[in-house]
């Protein structure tokens, strides 16, 4: 075999490279994605918690979306005021800080409390079980207790006890994702030191409430009408708290004959759940 019969496909080859590099090489320039080096700055501020409370896929997602301008800098309930506070600082904006927030679960209406209407025996899952006539508890605003809230939190902060979901506030990062998650729509967000709180989002009146359970609502206005504020409200059907006015005066509390407005205290410097002074067992 000649030389020139193993050099000449060798140049083919070699100069097919160069033209497929240099066309590569233009392409890449054509088709780049400008990035705003604001976004890799944000990226290092986020927690990296990647838990989806704000919305987007991940940290990276918002720290694109909040360079772009398309959120705030304070989207991040994880990292709190701080991370706001820097993220301002990168983008050249005065930020307000967030109000820190935690995950409250509005149901009292444990198994021992609370009447069921069948036998549930399908998946672990609040979802499915939705989809079975509302859940098995006869409240149709009743905690179904399967743990559908707790398995998407991606901080473990939730747990079952007794049939009703619980939030441990020490590791609620007020993210929301159980609040999206709940297919009966009972965890709200309410400000990390709220000091009460009602454990029931019935929409019934008293009187149907009753039949299905011992501690629900019955929307007698006795708290609305000894709320020195004007924080109590009971519309329709169910009472709530206006965070807004609320003073934690605790006359709310006292004076529920059904004994299902909650109160947040604080021990050891953890804020947690109790009720008429009793701390619950899950504390």
Request: with cysteine.
């Amino acid at each position: 075999m000649e030389i020139k019969e193993i050099i000449l496909p060798v140049a083919i080859f070699a100069g097919m490279g160069i033209i497929l590099g240099v066309l590569l090489a233009i392409a890449s320039k054509l088709f780049e994605v400008k990035t705003d080096p604001r976004a890799a700055e944000i990226l290092e501020v986020l927690p990296g918690a990647n838990c989806g409370g704000c919305g987007k896929t991940g940290c990276a997602a918002l720290a694109a979306a909040i360079a772009a301008g398309q959120a705030p800098c304070g989207a991040c309930a994880v990292g709190g005021a701080e991370t706001a506070k820097k993220i301002g600082e990168i983008m050249g904006v005065e930020v307000i800080a967030p109000i820190r927030m935690r995950a409250q679960v509005m149901c009292s209406g444990g198994d021992l409390h609370a009447r069921r209407k069948y036998n549930y025996e399908g998946p672990h899952d609040c979802i499915a079980a939705e989809r079975l006539g509302g859940g098995d508890k006869i409240c149709p605003n009743g905690c179904i207790g399967l743990g559908t809230c707790a398995a998407a939190c991606p901080f473990r902060a939730i747990e079952i006890i007794d049939g009703v979901a619980v939030v441990d506030y020490h590791k609620c990062e007020g993210c929301g994702v159980c609040v999206r998650t709940c297919p009966k729509s009972i965890i709200r967000l309410i400000p990390y030191d709220s000091a009460h709180w009602v454990g029931c989002m019935t929409k019934l009146k008293g009187a149907e409430v009753r039949k299905f359970c011992d501690v629900g609502c019955i929307s007698c206005r006795i708290c609305e009408k000894n709320c020195p504020a004007g924080a109590v409200a009971v519309d329709g059907a169910g009472a709530s708290i206006d965070y807004s006015k609320c003073i934690g005066c605790g006359l709310c509390e006292s004076k529920c004959p059904r004994h299902i407005i909650w109160r947040a205290v604080r021990r050891d410097g953890n804020l947690i759940m109790s009720r008429g002074g009793e701390t619950p067992k899950s504390e």
